[in-house]
């Protein structure tokens, strides 16, 4: 059993050893006397031999720093290809006479980039060309961040020589939800007191008063009374208001991966800006629900965006007044943001809460500081504002619908004839049918896209 186990072994290393010795084929190119030879292609940092039927006397190369040359016999020569582009190599026999003259294009070598593009990106459909000194790709890949990784490796074989005709599959169009919700509160107290003393006489009156406001004021109770010539007039003013507004916008917008997309709600405001030449022109300044974002598919549902979006309306306490022109001023709300989130996931991009509180408190000096009666001499105000404001953004990866697919709330409304106006006093037919169709609908489906 020995013996047999080392016979087999010795069969097996004597194998392994004519195979190590083997010499491995290299490409080679004959060039054959009196006919024409073929174009001979170097990949950059590797070499061909070209092999003459006759033996050659002199070698020459045109451009040296594409293409090294070297002799390993009388007819047998090593090109080894260094940067890219195209030169010629001539060879001359011994009494002089012209060889051939065989081209040489050096290009990059796309056989070790096609590896490590297929190590780097599985799957994915890139063919791989060459075209004069560069590298063209073509095909079609999954996503934007692996097109920039194919073209990024190019550049690292080929700098500055890679043409790009990759299409990016997938979906590639972005509808963003964003919803813009804001409250705001408003606290106002205010408690002042006031005394008039009218003492009046023959020779004329003197009047004297003090505090707050007076009677006929709006939730104010006033007492009046007469001491001979003296009347004497209270009042106790003591006013509270409470107000809550709330504002809500959900605008819908869709874009191409890559592209910009706007959206304004609300209006544009003339505002008068002066010239030069001592004119007046006037500018109109956008305000209400403002949106601008640009979407990115970076990979499969992942989506880059970079957003600016602002909530701003005139808020009439902020004039400008210079002669007859009066400019109401802007209360704006502002953020820009760029976020990365996957289909269908949400961000609060911006969270605002301001909190404004204004305690005021006024007296008639020294008659205020008397106990009890210095109420009726003092006034306090007390103000407190809030504002609070959220911003939430939701991508989703949308494809078109057909058009039979959509319908508008008009779409079943008929105008009406002119007997249907005048006799019956019909101002739309069926006004309610539409209206009932569209709150049956799938938003997801009707509107324009469909959600992945």
């Not at 190019?154 to 813009?180: C, E, I, W």
């Not at 006034?379 to 809030?386: C, E, G, V």
């Amino acid at each position: 059993m020995n013996m047999k186990r080392l016979l087999v072994a010795g069969y097996l290393g004597s194998i392994l050893a004519s195979t190590a010795l083997t010499p491995v084929s290299a490409e080679v190119l004959r060039v054959l006397q009196g006919q024409a030879s073929g174009a001979l292609n170097v990949p950059m940092n590797r070499a061909v031999v070209v092999e003459s039927d006759v033996p050659f006397a002199e070698l020459s190369i045109a451009n040296p720093g594409i293409a090294d040359i070297s002799t390993l016999s009388d007819r047998s020569i090593y090109v080894l290809g260094k940067a890219p582009g195209r030169t010629t190599l001539t060879l001359l026999s011994p009494d002089g006479q012209l060889i051939s003259n065989v081209d040489v294009n050096v290009t990059p070598d796309i056989a070790e980039f096609k590896e490590r593009l297929q190590q780097i990106l599985p799957g994915e459909n890139i063919e791989v060309r060459t075209a004069n000194d560069g590298i063209v790709l073509s095909g079609q890949v999954s996503s934007t961040a692996k097109l920039d990784r194919a073209l990024d490796l190019a550049n690292r074989y080929a700098p500055d020589r890679v043409s790009n005709l990759m299409v990016v599959g997938g979906t590639q169009q972005v509808m963003l939800k964003v919803r813009f919700a804001e409250m705001q509160r408003s606290v106002g107290k205010a408690l002042s007191g006031g005394l008039l003393i009218d003492a009046s006489g023959t020779d004329g009156s003197v009047i004297a008063g003090g505090g707050g406001g007076l009677a006929g004021a709006v939730g104010g109770i006033g007492v009046d009374f007469t001491i001979g010539d003296v009347g004497f007039e209270v009042m106790l003013e003591a006013l509270e208001s409470k107000g809550m507004v709330r504002t809500l916008a959900e605008p819908n917008l869709t874009a191409l991966s890559g592209q910009e997309a706007k959206f304004l709600a609300g209006g544009e405001y003339p505002l008068p800006v002066a010239q030069d030449n001592d004119t007046i022109t006037i500018e109109f300044k956008p305000f209400g629900v403002e949106l601008n974002f640009t979407p990115v598919v970076v990979d499969g549902d992942i989506i880059n965006l970079t957003m600016n979006a602002a909530v701003s309306a005139v808020d009439p306490t902020l004039t400008y007044s210079q002669g007859d022109l009066t400019i109401l001023g802007f209360k704006r709300r502002e953020t820009s943001t760029t976020v990365e989130m996957r289909d269908g996931q949400s961000f609060a991009i911006a969270g605002l809460l301001q909190d404004d509180f204004t305690d005021l408190s006024s007296q008639v000096p020294w008659l205020g500081d008397v106990p009890i009666l210095g109420a009726l001499f003092r006034s306090a105000d007390y103000q407190r504002n809030q504002t609070e404001l959220v911003i939430i953004v939701t991508p989703h990866l949308v494809t078109p619908v057909s058009g039979e697919a959509l319908a508008l709330p008009t779409d079943r409304i008929r105008i009406p004839t002119e007997r249907e106006l005048f006799l019956y006093g019909d101002v739309a037919k069926n006004p309610g049918g539409a209206v009932g169709e569209v709150a049956r609908q799938d938003f997801s489906t009707s509107y324009g896209y469909v959600m992945e």
